[in-house]
């Protein structure tokens, strides 16, 4: 599937919009994105925007169908359910991409004077943004130095000048991994920001995927066969070849620039002037374009926009794939939802089998890739309660939840730059709760639940329209 297959999709089960009157870049665009957001709308194609040719695409990801959609899965899954299947495919195998010759997106390669970023039509989203943000719906290509490890990481890009983007790599990322490497190595570090191709690149880049294994891999296992790539001789980075725009180059890693500000998916702005923090650049050397590319971009801001769905999407994904990897008996289903940006708080339904089981869960659910940043807090409830059932989980923290007892409070874990709640020249480290809404499983004397009577629901079910309903 590539970003064009995936419109079409869209198009056919109604849930594309397009926009044919001229829309400005500046501001417009995000703003009827965000209001469209907001009313769970459609997905958008915005055929002109002002002093453009080169079409945007926005919203993808906003409702479960769309995200069913592109996953490829029944368009009736819950959010739950898609993470479910995700987390399937990618513990049953990866799949590596496979090399290809050549592809649409090697259309149109520029070079040199023929490079000018502001000839696509980047939008500016947020009144106070330091400028235009080329990459929302963006995937970084990097390699690891010393082996095989390819990675795709999504990372806020802002327009610099004509052939410079910002990058925001937050530390402990990979692709600042890579980049710490090629500091020692004393070498700049070729890089690509891929916009488009299959949508799975950006589900996939945006995900809390271990170190070590590729993004490309889990796209293979998603979609049952392998990603194609070509290999750029610029750089020797395998790049999707059915792309709609990339920029490749190279981020040296002794250089920063300031960039920012940018309204971000916490509902708050980050970057210059509110904290001052320069960050790597991408110096672009070469552009690809298919013909008449498609600029990609996603809406950020508060929640829920698309940047939550995606979030909420893969992180219940990639959190339910190391609870199972750690083996842990019992896990029921998982969930961390868009209301929390898809990063704060988790959610997890266990069948208990031992005592101290809930908390195990709990404490492990810290301890995994996906929990152990910017977590602020577990929720862990019995197995009658689903995950995602949020009316359920609320009466649970009610009624099998005393505070005291049942809370456990770590004072320090890893955090995100970008927490808002944190005071602004601390935000490495933030504490986190787990709330255990479990009845204690070595309760002897357990609370007796409330049940309706078998029969006579039956009965009563029977005669529903009898009793004039
Ligand atoms: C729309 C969007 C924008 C994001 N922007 C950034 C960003 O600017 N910097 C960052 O470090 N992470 C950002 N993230 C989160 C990363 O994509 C996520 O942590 C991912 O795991 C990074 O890939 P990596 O684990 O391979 O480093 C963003 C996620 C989304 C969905
Ligand atoms: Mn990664």
Redesign the pocket.
Same mark, same amino acid.
């Given at each position: 599937m590539d970003l064009r297959d995936y419109i079409s999709l869209c198009e056919k089960e109604g849930e594309l919009k397009r926009i044919d009157i001229e829309v400005d870049w500046d501001l417009e665009l995000s703003h009827i994105s965000k209001i469209n957001e907001e009313n769970k709308g459609p997905a958008l194609f915005f055929s002109k925007i002002k002093g453009y040719n080169t079409p945007v695409f926005g919203s993808a990801f906003t409702t479960v169908k769309r995200l069913a959609i592109a996953l490829g899965r029944p368009t009736d899954t819950s959010l739950c359910g898609l993470s479910k299947s995700w987390m399937e495919a990618i513990s049953s195998k990866l799949i590596p991409p496979k090399v290809v010759k050549s592809g649409p997106v090697l259309e149109n390669v520029l070079e040199g004077e023929q490079i000018n970023l502001y000839n696509f039509p980047v939008p500016k989203f947020y009144p106070m943004d330091g400028g235009r943000y080329i990459g929302?719906?963006v995937s970084l290509v990097t390699k690891d130095p010393d082996s095989d490890w390819v990675?795709?990481?999504? *990372?806020?890009m802002q327009l610099l000048d004509e052939k410079t983007v910002g990058v925001? $790599? $937050?530390k402990g990322?990979?692709? &600042?991994f890579h980049l710490n490497r090629y500091r020692e190595l004393g070498k700049p570090m070729p890089a690509a920001a891929v916009i488009g191709g299959d949508p799975l690149n950006?589900a996939t880049?945006?995900?809390?995927?271990s170190p070590g294994v590729s993004?490309y891999d889990v796209i293979g296992s998603l979609r049952n066969e392998p990603a194609e790539v070509f290999i750029s001789d610029l750089t020797g980075l395998p790049l999707p070849a059915n792309a709609e725009i990339i920029l490749e180059g190279e981020i040296d890693p002794q250089e920063l620039r300031q960039e920012g500000p940018f309204g971000e *998916?916490t509902g708050y702005y980050s970057g210059k002037k509110t904290d001052e923090w320069p960050k790597p650049f991408l110096a672009v050397k070469r552009v690809y374009h298919r013909n008449n590319p498609i600029l990609w971009t996603?809406s950020?801001g508060k929640p829920i926009t &698309?940047?939550h769905m $995606?979030?909420a999407l893969n992180r219940t994904a990639t959190l339910w794939t190391d609870l199972n990897n750690m083996r842990i008996p019992g896990i029921k289903s998982v969930f961390i939802p868009p209301e929390s940006t898809g990063r704060y708080w988790a959610i997890v339904s266990v069948k208990q089998m031992y005592p101290g089981h809930s908390i195990h869960v709990g404490t492990a659910v810290i301890s995994t890739t996906t929990g152990h *940043?910017g977590l602020k807090g577990v929720i862990i409830v019995d197995d009658d309660i689903p995950a995602d059932d949020w009316t359920k989980v609320f009466w649970a923290m009610s009624v099998r939840y005393d505070p005291v007892a049942r809370t456990e409070i770590i004072k320090r874990g890893r955090s995100t730059p970008l927490d808002p709640s944190l005071p602004i020249d601390a935000r490495d480290i933030c504490s986190r709760i787990i709330i255990d809404a479990c009845i204690p499983y070595e309760w002897e004397r357990k609370p007796i639940e409330i049940f309706l009577d078998k029969d006579m629901a039956d009965k009563v079910r029977a005669k529903w329209k009898e009793y004039g309903f």
């Open positions: 929302t719906a990675n795709l990481g999504t *990372y806020r925001q $790599i $937050i990322k990979h692709a &600042d950006f880049s945006s995900a809390m995927v993004e *998916y996603t950020v &698309d940047t $995606i979030q *940043y």
